[in-house]
C-alpha cells in the first residue's frame, strides 16, 4: 500500500524553508508531500500571515484540498502543542480515516490527546524567549530526522545501510551510484558499473541482478513480487 506522510506544522523560518526546499528536490531522499507549507511560507517575503497559524478551519481546508484518506499518515507538528491550525488538521485528518501522529515540545499537550500516536520532546524555556526556532524547532527537526528515515527503510529504500533508491540525474550521484552497487554486492566498481547501466541506472535492480544472477527482466520481477525490497527480492532465490 502507497502512505504519504504529511508533516503539517507551524510556518517555517526562512532558513527552514531554504532546507525543505533542498529537501523536497533531493532524489536521493524519501518524497515527503510538505503540502502548501512552502508557498505560504515564501508569502511571508511580502505580507504577515502569523495569524494563519490560529486558523482551525484552515487546517481541515488543507486536509481536504489534499484528498488525505485512510492511505495517508499525517504527522502535526507544533512546539507548544496546541496550535489551532495544526489541531484542525489531524481533527480533519483522523475524520478521514487518516493514521495521525503528533511532535510537541511539552507535557500533556493537546496534541497529544488528539492523534493515534504522539511524541512529546521536552525542551523547556528557550534561550531567547519564544523563539521556539531554537532548542523546539532542532529538537523537531531530528524527531523528523528519524520518522523520514524508518519511512525509507520500511518502504524498501535502504538496504543494509545504504540508500539504493537514489535516482542518479549527475555525475557526483552516478559516482554514488556505482559505490553503493559496489558496497552492496562486493563486486568491483568498474563491475558495478557496467551492471548499473544495463540496469538503466537503477541501483536496487542492479543489486539484485548481482546478488542473484539474474537478467534486467529477472531482477525488476523480484522487486515487483517484493514489494520493491532488495532484501526480500534476494531471499526469493
Do not use: H
Not at 495521525?100 to 507535557?107: I, K, L
Amino acid at each position: 500500500m502507497f502512505i504519504r506522510m504529511i508533516w503539517r506544522c507551524n510556518l517555517p523560518s526562512f532558513e527552514e524553508i531554504e532546507e525543505l526546499e533542498t529537501e523536497k528536490a533531493n532524489p536521493k531522499t524519501l518524497e515527503i508531500d510538505t503540502m502548501d507549507s512552502l508557498a505560504i511560507a515564501k508569502l511571508m517575503n511580502t505580507r504577515s500571515l502569523e495569524n494563519v497559524e490560529d486558523d482551525w478551519g484552515g487546517g481541515a481546508q488543507e486536509i481536504v484540498k489534499n484528498e488525505i484518506s485512510y492511505k495517508d499518515v499525517v504527522v502535526g507538528i507544533s512546539a507548544s502543542g496546541r496550535t489551532p491550525f495544526v489541531m484542525g488538521a489531524l481533527e480533519k485528518a483522523k475524520q478521514l480515516g487518516a493514521f495521525t501522529g503528533s511532535v510537541s515540545n511539552v507535557r500533556n499537550a493537546k496534541l497529544s490527546s488528539m492523534v493515534d500516536t504522539s511524541i512529546e520532546v521536552i525542551t523547556g524555556p528557550e534561550v531567547v524567549t519564544g523563539s521556539t526556532r531554537l532548542k523546539a524547532g532542532t529538537a523537531q527537526k531530528i524527531v523528523l530526522n528519524m520518522l523520514s528515515t524508518i519511512s525509507m527503510i520500511k518502504l524498501g529504500k535502504v538496504y543494509k545501510n545504504l540508500m539504493v533508491d537514489l535516482t542518479p540525474i549527475n555525475e557526483k550521484l552516478v559516482i554514488r551510484a556505482v559505490s553503493i552497487v559496489s558496497s552492496a554486492t562486493g563486486v568491483s566498481k568498474k563491475k558495478a558499473e557496467e551492471i548499473l547501466e544495463m540496469a538503466s541506472m537503477r541501483p536496487k535492480v542492479a543489486i539484485v541482478m548481482a546478488l542473484t544472477n539474474s537478467s534486467v527482466k529477472e531482477a525488476e520481477e523480484l522487486l515487483g513480487k517484493s514489494g520493491g525490497s532488495v532484501r526480500k527480492a534476494i531471499m526469493k532465490i
